[in-house]
């Protein structure tokens, strides 16, 4: 794993005087320490096993700064690591293959990227050139900002124009602009999404693509208080198919469709939605 980690734990913590640990500021510093470094060298151990998306690697970040565990509903299951369903549902061998020739960027409330329900890496691990980014309202990430600047990218914010001023409202986004387009997701709950698109000022000089949705959602997985309101891949589909990107929206479809399959098998009390969602899988392929 790397000679430091090894003369770390072998040398550094036994040298310490036993009345070192018997402080509670010290010995809070060295879990903290500790938890740190050893989530760094899991995180690249993963990144050897398996190819990471960007909301992966950044769920691993927060994971290694986090001085404790993170426990959440349904955290008692053992789901895989990969894909963050229950090891007798993981979806791993439906991985598709990256592609497309737009990029998505991910603007993720805290939290959010623990979720074994969040359907934003689905989108990252169709479109290979994917970013995500713990959103701050008065710190944005430095990574962030030179993306958002950088000259090959278009960014376009994806959220409902009703909460945008009319004169960044597109229907469509623009094919000829000689740029890569960067679509911007907002990833959270609604009133978290609502928050970060109107506490961010430097996404408000940005087009915003509001995408219409002629039907009702399909996710299957919680209720939507508002017709409007989608998952992020259902959101991601359509804007994938606007740009012309018809290859990608259909991989995304289908692994939408298997996604949503094996949670549902691993939750009894919404098995009554597993036949709609099984049909939903052949119908997608």
């Known amino acids: 794993m790397g000679s430091q980690w ?3 734990g072998t040398f550094a913590i036994p040298f310490l005087p036993y ?21 760094k060298i899991r995180k ?8 990471l998306n960007s909301i992966m690697s950044l769920r691993l970040d927060e994971l290694s700064r986090s001085e404790r565990p993170f426990h959440a509903r349904g955290s008692k299951v053992v789901r895989c690591d990969a894909c963050l369903l229950p090891t007798q549902n993981c979806i791993c061998t439906y991985k598709p293959e990256a592609g497309t020739d737009v990029a998505v960027l991910f603007l993720m409330y805290k939290g959010e990227y623990y979720k074994p329900t969040n ?20 710190e944005p990430d430095d990574e962030l900002m030179r993306i958002l600047g950088d000259e090959k990218y278009f960014p376009i914010v994806v959220f409902p124009h009703e909460y945008a001023a009319i004169e960044r409202c597109i229907d469509t986004p623009p094919l000829n602009t000689g740029k890569t387009l960067l679509f911007i997701f907002l990833d959270g709950t609604w009133r978290e999404a609502k928050k970060m698109f109107a506490k961010s000022p430097y996404l408000h000089h940005f087009p915003v693509l509001g995408v219409s ?8 997985l919680r ?11 259902e959101v991601g589909i359509s804007v994938l198919a ?7 929206a259909q991989t995304l479809a289908h692994y939408f469709s298997v996604f949503r399959r094996e949670y549902l098998k691993g939750k009894p009390h919404l098995q009554h939605k597993l036949a709609f969602a099984e049909a939903q899988v052949k119908d997608s392929v």
């Open 223 to 233: 209720e939507s208080t508002h017709d409007f309101q989608h998952c992020t891949a």
């Open 44 to 51: 690249k151990i993963w990144q050897r096993r398996i190819n």
């Open 242 to 248: 606007l740009a012309n990107q018809k290859e990608g």
């Open 213 to 220: 949705m002629d039907a009702a959602s399909d996710y299957l």
């Open 19 to 39: 009345q070192a640990f018997q402080n509670p500021f010290i010995s809070r510093f060295l879990r903290s320490f500790t938890a740190y470094y050893y989530g």
């Open 6 to 8: 090894d003369l770390f």
């Open 119 to 138: 359907t934003g890496r689905l989108i990252a691990d169709v479109v290979r050139d994917n970013h995500a980014f713990l959103w701050k309202r008065t």
